[in-house]
Each structure stands twice: as C-alpha cells, then as structure tokens.
C-alpha cells in the first residue's frame, strides 16, 4: 500500500486499485495536547504516587532512556516525576532493576529500560549487531575465545560487572572510554542479546547471561522482524499520540522503509487514521502525519513540568521544534563558554507550550537545588516564575534538599528570584 495526501484525501493505492480515506485536519494547537496526553500529561499528579503510579509511567512510555549524568537527577527518574510527581525512586528501582524487575535494559531508543515482554521484538537489532562485520558484533567475532570464557564465567558465578572478572584482557586502555578488552566484549554480547544488564552498581553494569535473568517464554520467541516493526510502531504511535513517519522511526531508532511498510498497514487496520496538521509542510505537500485510534483529544492541558532532556516530549528534536516552536540542544557537550543556556538545562512544559529551560545542579552538600541559569522563551505567558516555583521547591523536596536558589543568570532569574522571596516572606 502506498499513501498520499491530497487537498485533504488520503489516496491509498493497493494492488492497482485505489481507494479514498478521508483525512482529519488537527490544529497546531490541539496536535500539541494530543502529544502530551498521550505521554500522560493530561491528568493531575496523584496525592501519593506508588508503584502502581509508576508502571502507568512505564505502560504509557514503553521505555525509559539511560544517561549517566546526575548533576540534577539520573535521566530515567526523572520523566516519572514529571508525570506524577513527588515518589520513591527506590519503588522505581524494583521496576527496572534486578531479576525480578519488571524492565530489562537494552539499546532501544538509546540505552533504555524496556518491559521485559519487549525483549522479543529486538531480537531483529541484535541480529544486525551480530552481523555488523567489523562494528561491534565483529568485535565479539574477533574476540570469539574471550567471549566464550566470559559465558562461561557468568555461567559459574551469576551475574557481574566486568570489573569483577579477573582476566588478563580487564585492564583499561586504548580509546573506547578506557575500557577494558573484558569490558569492551561484554558491552558487545550485551548488544548482541548474548548477555544482557541485570542491574547497575554505581552506574556500573552487571552482565548476565540472558537465561539467569529471562523468563524461558522471552527467550527463542522472537516474532518475525516485520511483525517486531509493526508491534514497535503501534506502540510508539500510543505513546506519541499523533506522530509522523520520522517520529515513529525514532522512537525506537528504526530504519524508515520497515517503518513505512508497518504504517501503511496499521492504517490498513485502522489502528492509525491519517491526520493533516497546517502548516506542517514538505516541500509543497503537507507532511503525512497519523493518530493512534485510542488518542485523547483535550480541550486543554493545564500542567507545569521538568522535562529531561531525554524525556520522550523532547528527544526527537526535529519533532520538538515542529510540536513546540522549541529549539532545544543540550549543552553538556559544548565548552564552557560557548554554552548559551547552561550546562543541564531543562526545558519547562507550562500547559501546552514549553516556554522556558532551566539549569539545575542538585548540590547535596549544601542541600541545595541550585537554579544555575533561567531563560523564558518568546511570549513566556507573565505568571510562568509563579507557576514553576512551586515545582522547582517539588523537586527540591524529592530529592531531599531545603532550599532553592537561583543564581542570577538568564532572563527569566529576576521573576523566579522574586517569586521565591515572595513565597518565603
């Protein structure tokens, strides 16, 4: 099936014949509260969010993206308090960590926590990283001995970190980070699928071998990779509620021409309905864009969030720009003193419209939530200071600190200074 847009048609063109589905057309506006209900952002925080709270963070996103800085808060904690608020971050730890976990981590998105019954759907990336010649899967190939003693080791010990494994391969050098040959291989398997990340300590994996930590049902029942495609896309079509072929791709980093096929027929099935969103172009055509059927259509959304700079509202960045008139690249890369908004700036989601960033660095000494640097984004509504400083004092609070501060750069530092004042007087 192959599918076009025309003046508001979506002509399907199936075996020669062709066929007419008529296209919705979805405002700017309400494209944006689509999104964010689909991510959860269309319901007030819970009074005590628990575990059950939770899994219906990990239900609606499907993953959770891993990053090692926590200059403010580790990436993955962060997206559940953006949509629930204030929880125990050990409750999410027993979600996706440990064998008895509910997640599992793997190279989705990028490096994530997936529902362990994702695992199967993968198994087409781990059979392209084991044929990647001389790229990482050529690596185990090259290293074949080595890899098979590390099976063995983990086969006699259980689960470990590599640096755990004595061997003479497990001294660090050479470019990759530092890592060992040990170190190097295990992270190899591990995207392979032939030994998987049960747990981390101090941000450290711990590698076992896919049976000590897998149900036996997961393992050798991997769906054909077309199937797998389709499965992912109508899930990331769920969680991003309206989306275009280049947003469903990269919700789980996916080549475009399975993704295409998988679209075409989950609009074949209804499952997706072809949407037109104005002003959204290419080149003189409007970009073809689809809603999952179960999407919420809100009146409005009234919310004020953190987002991670890896939370799924904002990771696609081409998709933040088009949703949010949003240019957002994190800085944590750039030199000191080329960096405009700071070194970890988050951007800020007030209502349907992210408007602001700001760069927070949880001091813990201090017990302080430091406000490095605020900057407010054309037309910031007037009450955004009023309405984030709670938040920031939320966020404060969940990660065990005092008090707030803000340090005085950006333009948006004054009002939130003042507001805290007010607050305090």
Same mark, same amino acid.
């Given at each position: 099936m192959r599918d076009a847009i025309v003046n508001g048609v979506a002509m399907s063109v199936v075996g020669g014949s062709v066929g007419c589905i008529m296209v919705d057309v979805v405002s700017p506006a309400l494209a944006r509260r689509i999104a964010l209900a689909a991510q959860g952002f269309a319901r007030p925080h819970p009074e005590a969010a628990g575990t059950r709270a939770l899994n219906g963070v990990v239900d609606r996103l499907g993953l959770?993206?891993?990053?090692?800085?926590?200059?403010?808060?580790?990436?993955?904690?962060?997206?559940?308090?953006?949509?629930?608020?204030?929880?125990?971050?050990?409750?999410?730890?027993?979600?996706?960590?440990?064998?008895?976990?509910?997640?599992?981590?793997?190279?989705?998105?990028?490096?994530?926590?997936?529902?362990?019954?994702?695992?199967?759907?993968?198994?087409?990336?781990?059979?392209?990283?084991?044929?990647?010649?001389?790229?990482?899967?050529?690596?185990? &190939?090259?290293?074949? +001995? #080595? *890899?098979?003693?590390? !099976?063995?080791?983990? @086969?006699?010990?259980?689960?470990?970190? =590599?640096?755990?494994?004595?061997?003479?391969?497990?001294?660090?050098?050479?470019?990759?980070?530092?890592?060992s040959d040990v170190k190097r291989t295990l992270e190899m398997m591990f995207r392979t699928g032939d030994v998987i990340c049960v747990d981390r300590v101090r941000f450290e994996r711990v590698y076992a071998l896919p049976e000590q930590a897998l149900p036996a049902e997961l393992l050798g029942s991997a769906p054909p990779e077309a199937d797998a495609?389709?499965?992912?896309?109508?899930?990331?079509?769920?969680?991003?509620?309206? &989306?275009?072929?280049? +947003? #469903? *791709?990269?919700?789980? !980093?996916?080549?475009? @021409?399975?993704?295409?096929?998988?679209? =075409?027929?989950?609009?074949?099935?209804?499952?997706?309905?072809?949407?037109?969103?104005?002003?959204?172009?290419?080149?003189?055509?409007p970009t073809p864009a689809w809603l999952h059927r179960d999407a919420h259509r809100p009146r409005r959304i009234e919310q004020v969030a953190l987002l991670s700079p890896f939370d799924p509202v904002v990771w696609f960045r081409p998709r933040t720009e088009r949703l949010f008139d949003f240019h957002y690249r994190i800085e944590i890369y750039t030199p000191e003193p080329d960096r405009k908004f700071g070194y970890y700036s988050l951007p800020v989601l007030v209502d349907d419209r992210v408007v602001a960033r700001v760069d927070l660095k949880s001091d813990r000494k201090a017990r302080t939530l430091r406000v490095q640097s605020a900057w407010a984004e054309p037309g910031v509504p007037a009450e955004t200071a009023a309405r984030l400083v709670p938040v920031l004092r939320r966020a404060a609070a969940w990660q065990g600190l005092d008090e707030v501060v803000v340090a005085g750069r950006g333009d948006l530092s004054p009002a939130l200074a003042g507001e805290l004042a007010a607050a305090a007087a």
């Open positions: 959770l993206q891993i990053d090692s800085v926590n200059v403010f808060e580790r990436s993955h904690y962060l997206p559940a308090f953006s949509r629930v608020g204030h929880y125990d971050r050990g409750l999410l730890d027993r979600i996706t960590s440990g064998r008895q976990g509910r997640m599992v981590e793997y190279w989705a998105h990028q490096a994530a926590y997936i529902p362990r019954e994702l695992w199967p759907l993968f198994e087409f990336r781990r059979d392209e990283y084991r044929r990647s010649g001389s790229d990482w899967g050529g690596w185990v &190939a090259e290293q074949r +001995d #080595l *890899a098979v003693w590390l !099976r063995a080791e983990l @086969a006699a010990n259980g689960p470990m970190r =590599a640096s755990e494994i004595e061997h003479d391969a497990n001294e660090r050098r050479g470019p990759w980070w530092g890592w495609v389709r499965q992912l896309v109508e899930r990331a079509a769920a969680a991003q509620g309206i &989306a275009t072929e280049a +947003d #469903l *791709a990269d919700y789980w !980093r996916m080549k475009r @021409a399975p993704v295409r096929q998988a679209v =075409a027929e989950l609009v074949d099935a209804r499952v997706l309905l072809p949407v037109e969103v104005p002003g959204r172009q290419t080149g003189a055509r």
